[in-house]
């Protein structure tokens, strides 16, 4: 599928107007979507649309939407907070200009997070949803310490700028395991480690960290979300061992009463980025095979 899917044609579209403009992509033909081949609603957060082209080009039996989530890609920039509710909105916008109806959707990192949001507030929107390693701390045993930790980076980031405090994420989104009370007590990430800068450019618009610290304090709507039954998947990379998104992915699906799903590769293992390992044909595969045993 990804031969044909790669010589689609890609239409650009907007919705809401200044602040509140959200940019998405259509690839293919939203009339040719069907019962049993939805429109798939691929995202992330603050990942935009460019990360999920490798896995677009896997489904060409389908349309299939990608977008770039408040604050980043082509969308208006700013420096206020940004929160999960206001993502679940965007994405509802979305699905609602697109006019064809419930879509698959797939949600990875903050993505999943804001599509367990979407699903609480407006589960019409949605078929079956597949929600990758959301990192909501709010089932984790040291849910306090890993809060502790994303307000120290936000902190860093509004006293010293992007490099320093991306730094200790980088750190922190590496650790395998509970996070101990004393975590904060390790000396901090040196930026240049990761080839970061040391100097504050004065900017305030990362998205990342605009998100935070909404996405991990998140708490998922469990009675709602039982709802969906097992058209709600909560999936986790086979490689992504004890890090807190994977953590975090399991003890969302033990609170739903289930068992998460094995995923081939790790946290971003549908894309490709430098230095990471990832299997996005295999992860293609394996999106698939989950959301046709659910249809």
Do not use: C, W
């Not at 579209?13 to 081949?37: F, K, M, N, Q, W």
Request: charged share 20%; no cysteine.
């Amino acid at each position: 599928m990804a031969n044909d899917a790669a010589a689609r044609a890609v239409i650009t579209h907007t919705v809401g107007e200044g602040e509140d403009a959200i940019t998405y992509d259509v690839h293919g033909d939203l009339a040719t979507a069907t019962a049993e081949r939805p429109a798939l609603f691929l995202f992330g957060a603050p990942m935009d649309a460019t990360g999920f082209a490798i896995l677009a080009s896997h489904f060409g039996d389908r349309p299939v939407i990608t977008y770039d989530p408040r604050g980043a890609g082509r969308n208006p920039v700013g420096t206020s907070d940004l929160t999960v509710q206001r993502h679940a909105d965007d994405l509802h916008r979305v699905i609602a200009a697109l006019r064809v109806g419930p879509v698959d959707a797939f949600g990875s990192s903050g993505g999943g997070v804001n599509l367990l949001a979407l699903l609480a507030i407006h589960p019409g929107d949605v078929n079956v949803a597949v929600v990758h390693e959301p990192p909501v701390a709010g089932f984790l045993p040291d849910r306090e310490a890993v809060l502790a930790v994303v307000a120290d980076q936000k902190r860093t980031y509004a006293a010293e700028g992007s490099g320093p405090a991306l730094a200790k994420f980088i750190q922190f989104v590496m650790f395998d395991g509970l996070v101990p009370g004393d975590y904060l007590d390790a000396p901090a990430a040196d930026p240049s480690m990761f080839g970061l800068p040391t100097a504050d450019d004065g900017g305030r618009t990362d998205p990342l960290f605009r998100n935070m610290p909404s996405t991990l304090a998140y708490v998922p709507e469990i009675a709602q979300l039982q709802g969906f039954g097992e058209r709600l998947v909560i999936a986790f990379g086979a490689e992504s061992g004890e890090t807190m998104p994977a953590r975090a992915a399991r003890s969302v699906a033990a609170a739903l009463g289930g068992a998460a799903t094995e995923f081939p590769s790790n946290h971003g293992g549908f894309t490709e980025q430098p230095g990471f390992p990832s299997d996005p044909a295999g992860f293609a595969a394996r999106l698939r095979e989950v959301l046709d045993a659910r249809r």
